[in-house]
């Protein structure tokens, strides 16, 4: 993997979060977080910010996880040891009374939202009334969020057997990524864009 000397660099390059952590370990960064978080380590180091400046977005000191019994409503999300384990799936799957409960991509976004915000007092009741009230058209998409739609987007690109046709496909993927980020339509990825934006891509086939 060919190491950026510059952001510019940085940026037009598409990282896997295995890649991002071992940019963070030869910049001497932040190596725990989310892919969001690695990248904007990352941003601010060639941006000329101090590695010795630059600190973990989130408090990640490890405390021993709740079990069953520990959790409750007034149980504080973060340095309280509560975690998405197996204990915690019980509680929430026997709180909203079914067999089988799942973590949604929503509960760790808060989760991580009141980590990133030191927001100490927030508690698994408050989790479960944001998740009630979340409403995705409303609510501002994050950073992390609009990473997860550029992986999704890559991915489905790639799926796509028509794209073999060109040059630096990441590059393409990145170019029509752009034209669907300002739009005002879905932000995936669909054959029909390699035709509407054919003069844009035309010269890496």
């Given amino acids: ?12 390059k598409y990282y896997y ?49 709740l079990q069953y019994s520990e959790i409750n409503l007034d149980t504080k999300l973060i340095n309280s040891g ?18 089988k409960f799942s973590f949604s991509k929503k509960m760790a976004i ?37 990473t997860y739609q550029w992986n999704n987007f890559v991915r489905d690109f790639f799926k796509d057997q028509a794209t073999t046709q060109y040059k630096q496909r990441l590059k393409v993927a990145s170019i029509l990524w752009k034209e669907v980020r300002t739009s005002k339509k879905a932000k995936i990825y669909h054959h029909d864009l390699l035709k509407k934006y054919d003069r844009k891509i035309k010269e890496y086939k």
């Fill in 110 to 146: 808060i989760k991580r939202k009141a980590e990133t915000e030191h927001d100490t007092e927030m508690t698994v009741g408050d989790l479960i009334l944001e998740m009630q009230n979340w409403d995705q058209s409303k609510t501002e998409i994050s950073v992390e969020e609009r």
């Fill in 82 to 99: 509560f975690c998405f384990n197996n204990a915690a799936r019980q509680w929430f799957a026997d709180y909203f009374d079914v067999k």
């Fill in 17 to 65: 979060k295995t890649e991002l952590i071992k940019l963070c370990r030869r910049y001497k960064l932040p190596t725990s977080g989310t892919k969001a978080e690695l990248n904007s380590y990352i941003t601010k180091y060639l941006k000329g910010v101090p590695s010795s400046k630059i600190k973990p977005i989130r408090n990640n000191r490890k405390r021993h996880p």
């Fill in 1 to 12: 993997m060919k190491i950026p000397n510059t952001l510019s660099e940085f940026t037009q």
